[in-house]
């Protein structure tokens, strides 16, 4: 099963003071190292969605891209409309997780793997806990990214409501702590809450 990865830095950061939250640091490095590291997968390609500082995301993965003007300013559903006309279409799946998400499990791409080879019929897993639905960590078979954009265009914005319109199904994980948003300046001060 051949697998890109897109990271969704493409925010405007507004709980953060409007910083690039993909470039804020930290214990020593910024964002998006951390889920580039964490993401230990067997990508044919890994990817950031960001709308500001692409040079600086272009230093770390080949490829970076904006939102398309049609979509500007519609959430991270808007990077998966995107996406479908880049080379992350070209493969079979995509592994789609947020920058601000930085203990991400590092059994994550294995574990909605096996969830997709022994669901056959399905075209979209998420992450969940015991406690918690995590609708932005996701993998999806591109085959559904054209999709995005009829959702977008009819007014649709929800991640959650365009994986239920495809039955998309919950891979659970034991540890909560391990899909902890670092959204806000609060956050970065107690980081380990």
């Given at each position: 099963?051949?697998?890109?990865a897109l990271i969704?830095?493409?925010?405007?950061?507004?709980?953060?003071g409007?910083c690039?939250?993909?470039?804020?640091?930290?214990?020593?490095?910024a964002?998006?190292?951390?889920?580039?590291?964490?993401?230990?997968?067997?990508?044919?390609?890994?990817a950031?969605?960001a709308?500001?500082n692409?040079?600086?995301y272009?230093?770390?993965?080949?490829?970076?891209?904006?939102?398309?003007p049609?979509?500007?300013?519609?959430?991270?559903?808007?990077?998966?409309?995107?996406a479908a006309?880049?080379?992350?279409?070209?493969v079979?799946?995509?592994?789609?997780?947020?920058?601000?998400?930085?203990h991400?499990?590092?059994d994550?791409?294995g574990?909605?793997?096996?969830a997709?080879?022994?669901?056959?019929?399905?075209?979209?897993?998420?992450?969940a806990?015991?406690?918690?639905?995590?609708?932005?960590?996701m993998l999806v078979?591109?085959?559904l990214l054209?999709?995005?954009a009829?959702?977008?265009?009819?007014?649709?914005?929800s991640?959650?409501?365009?994986l239920?319109e495809?039955?998309?199904r919950?891979v659970?994980?034991?540890?909560?702590?391990?899909?902890?948003?670092?959204?806000?300046?609060?956050?970065?001060?107690?980081?380990?809450a």
């Amino acid at each position: 099963m051949a697998l890109n990865a897109l990271i969704l830095a493409g925010g405007q950061g507004s709980r953060m003071g409007g910083c690039d939250k993909g470039l804020a640091m930290y214990e020593g490095a910024a964002f998006i190292d951390h889920i580039i590291r964490r993401l230990n997968v067997p990508c044919a390609q890994v990817a950031v969605s960001a709308n500001r500082n692409q040079a600086e995301y272009a230093k770390r993965v080949p490829l970076v891209f904006g939102d398309l003007p049609a979509y500007q300013n519609c959430g991270p559903l808007a990077a998966l409309a995107s996406a479908a006309e880049t080379v992350l279409a070209d493969v079979d799946w995509l592994l789609v997780v947020p920058c601000d998400t930085l203990h991400l499990p590092q059994d994550l791409c294995g574990r909605l793997m096996a969830a997709a080879k022994q669901n056959p019929g399905c075209r979209a897993f998420y992450a969940a806990t015991e406690t918690h639905r995590h609708h932005g960590v996701m993998l999806v078979h591109t085959d559904l990214l054209g999709s995005v954009a009829a959702y977008l265009d009819a007014g649709g914005r929800s991640i959650r409501g365009w994986l239920r319109e495809h039955r998309a199904r919950a891979v659970y994980f034991p540890n909560e702590a391990e899909f902890r948003n670092y959204n806000t300046l609060q956050d970065m001060e107690n980081p380990h809450a």
